[in-house]
């Protein structure tokens, strides 16, 4: 499985859609990627899973590893909002146990879970 990464600076947005089986060797992927190629400060990130469904290896502990990693690369810079959205409820709870492991690894990022893609935009697009 691919997770793209889209680019959005009116919006002051970095999009990134993950397709299909989604294992965490692919968020390790994307995430490690951030340390030469970082999203830009002051933009918003957007996870879209709508269309992704994790692997059988994706075991629920694995959220662990990615919210450490996540802290490590960008927990600390100045990013405004994250969302992840995700559809099915399987997804959506493998996105609220990592929400709670960021809570545990002491990232205060402004961070939510959405169903709707329309939801996570409008809520990005308030005001802090």
């Not at 889209?6 to 397709?19: F, G, Q, R, S």
């Not at 879209?48 to 994706?58: G, I, M, Q, T, V």
């Amino acid at each position: 499985m691919a997770i793209t990464r889209h680019m959005d600076p009116p919006n002051k947005l970095t999009v990134l859609t993950a397709i299909g089986e989604l294992t965490f060797e692919d968020l390790k992927g994307i995430i490690e990627d951030f340390k030469n190629d970082p999203p830009p400060k002051g933009f918003n990130i957007l996870w879209d899973f709508r269309e992704a469904h994790p692997a059988d290896s994706f075991r629920s502990d694995s959220t662990g590893g990615i919210a450490s990693l996540f802290k490590k690369r960008i927990g600390s810079k100045t990013y405004r909002k994250t969302a992840y959205v995700a559809s099915s409820g399987l997804m959506y709870g493998m996105c609220r146990m990592y929400l709670s492991q960021l809570e545990i690894e002491g990232v205060t990022r402004s961070t939510m879970v959405f169903h709707e893609m329309d939801e996570a935009l409008k809520w990005l697009n308030e005001d802090e």
